[in-house]
């Protein structure tokens, strides 16, 4: 069975400073991969996803990521990070073509300090 | 074009109720999948509905239970609750049964079981 481990619970940075943060996945096939941003009291909205081809994904809001399939790693980076950029953060795996749940990390909460 | 809306926002129940929460799913959308947000946790996927059938289901109880119906929107059904069914739970519409993960969230329905 596919699991997802975010490595940090809570990540503070400061406002402007680069954060990374940390996603490893275990599947004995193919996934796909995604990144969720949840603010406060509200629900999930796609980061960005990698499906197939360039290992590395732009997404929304200055977000980027990484996929390296011999580390089974997906981080997410931004090199310079707003006061707006507060919110917990979720790495999923959907596995496989025919795949149709997608299995969630624990979350890492960041907190963006003035 | 209308977002994914739920409903009741906020709802308090004991022990042995029944609940059922509401979704309407995105314009266009046809899958509807609904998932469980415990506190300080990620979702976990309870089951989804394409084209009004279960198209698949996580490692949940038989008391949860779910509807789509023809305009695609959803119902979720939680009967004998217990305590550790306190949790957001979120609903998210997809095209495609959701096979590129990219899923569209409400905002969610806070559950409280006393």
């Known amino acids: 069975a596919q699991s997802v481990t975010q490595l940090d619970s809570q990540v503070p940075v400061f406002e402007e400073a680069p954060v990374e943060l940390r996603c490893n996945y275990s599947?004995?096939?193919?996934?796909?991969l995604f990144w969720y941003v949840q603010y406060p009291n509200q629900g999930l909205q796609l980061l960005l996803k990698?499906?197939?081809?360039?290992?590395l994904v732009k997404g929304i809001n200055g977000f980027e990521a990484e996929f390296n399939k011999s580390q089974t790693s997906f981080h997410l980076r931004k090199p310079s990070v707003h006061i707006s950029d507060t919110a917990e953060y979720f790495c999923a795996v959907l596995e496989g073509a025919a795949g149709n749940k997608l299995t969630f990390g624990g979350g890492t909460r960041v907190l963006v300090k003035p | 074009e209308t977002g994914v809306t739920q409903s009741p926002t906020h709802l308090i129940k004991t022990r042995g109720q029944q609940v059922t929460l509401r979704c309407s799913s995105q314009?266009?959308?046809?899958?509807v999948s609904w998932y469980q947000q415990a506190l300080g946790q990620g979702p976990q996927f309870i089951f989804q509905?394409?084209?009004?059938?279960?198209?698949g289901r996580g490692n949940f109880p038989p008391r949860f239970s779910g509807l789509q119906f023809p305009n695609y929107s959803s119902e979720l059904n939680v009967n004998a609750l217990e305590l550790d069914d306190s949790a957001l739970y979120l609903c998210a519409s997809s095209s495609t049964g959701g096979r590129t993960g990219e899923l569209f969230f409400g905002e969610g329905s806070r559950l409280t079981v006393l």
């Open positions: 314009s266009g959308h046809n899958t």
């Open positions: 599947s004995s096939v193919s996934v796909y």
């Open positions: 990698y499906l197939s081809g360039s290992t």
């Open positions: 509905y394409y084209r009004e059938e279960e198209n």
